[in-house]
């Protein structure tokens, strides 16, 4: 009964804490920080529990590489 209140209360520190990057992630877009780098880290730490937010990040981590590639498109040059 202890283990099971004890593993509950872990997992509702871990989603508040998820949360809470998350909520000063966005307060972070529009005043100075790393916004964007900590809704990561917040949805990271929420995938853990929540599918939603494992979707989301796996979205994030498509576009942010799609972004990349037409920013700094790949030239490989072979010597």
């Known amino acids: 009964m202890f283990i099971k209140s004890l593993q ?8 508040l804490f998820g949360f809470t990057l998350l909520a000063v992630g966005i307060v972070m877009i529009v005043t100075p920080g ?30 942010g590489g799609r972004i990349r590639n037409s920013v700094f498109p790949r030239t490989d040059r072979a010597a």
């Open 8 to 15: 509950q209360a872990k997992r509702f520190l871990k989603i």
């Open 34 to 63: 790393p916004g964007w780098l900590t809704i990561l880290l917040g949805l990271g730490v929420l995938a853990a529990e929540f599918v939603w937010a494992r979707r989301l990040l796996n979205h994030l981590k498509q576009q």
